[in-house]
């Protein structure tokens, strides 16, 4: 098999140089670049060609959903597989339909990552085990069709759902995602409304039994 090139887009240098480190370790690998913007990112592409992007999803200013699509549009022969620290499956079908090939977490084992980007190179998709995990605990619910859907949710709604279910506060979520308290509760109302839920309380009991 030829060796696979990877290119790494992430806003964060430390967890760039721990993933060159750990893909160079192993010889189907080969990291040929590193950024934390998507205009490097597309430029990195169209100069280097790489096999795979290795894309964090939770990039700022412009997030991995949005830098995905420009790739898919302007690079389309390359492959993408998202990363994050997210196992809601909402967050694994966004990335797909923005044209990723694979999704990850960063609770999947170094085996894991790497059959991800064996198969997606290969052109087939790959969905880890920790999210696939979660939709069949979904299809066995029956109440999960008539029930609320988490893919009605805006990026930055479903940042907020996870900040909940960590049993964050609407201020530390504020702090946590730089925003204003004020927008913080907005958003919680919206979430509640859209998933027409009666209260915070209703919303982590649907969380828990979504397994997520």
Known sequence: MDTITILLVDDHKLIRETWALLLNSDPRFQVIGET????????????????VVLMDINMTPVNGFEATKLIHKYVPAIKV????????PAYARRMIQSGASGYVTKNSSKEELFTALVEVQ????????????????QELDENTESGPDLNVLSQRELDVVQLIKEGLSSKEIAQK????????????????????????????????????
């Open 36 to 51: 934390d913007n998507v205009e490097k990112a597309l430029e990195i592409c169209r100069e280097k060609q790489p096999s």
């Open 81 to 88: 597989v998202g990363m994050s620290m997210h196992s809601m």
């Open 122 to 137: 290969k052109g087939n998709k790959y969905i880890c085990e920790e999210v696939k995990n979660i939709l069949a605990h």
């Open 177 to 212: 995602l730089d925003l204003s308290l004020k927008t913080v509760e907005v958003h919680r109302y919206n979430i509640l409304k859209k998933l027409n839920l009666k209260n915070t309380a209703a919303l982590v009991n649907f969380i828990n039994s979504q397994g997520l």
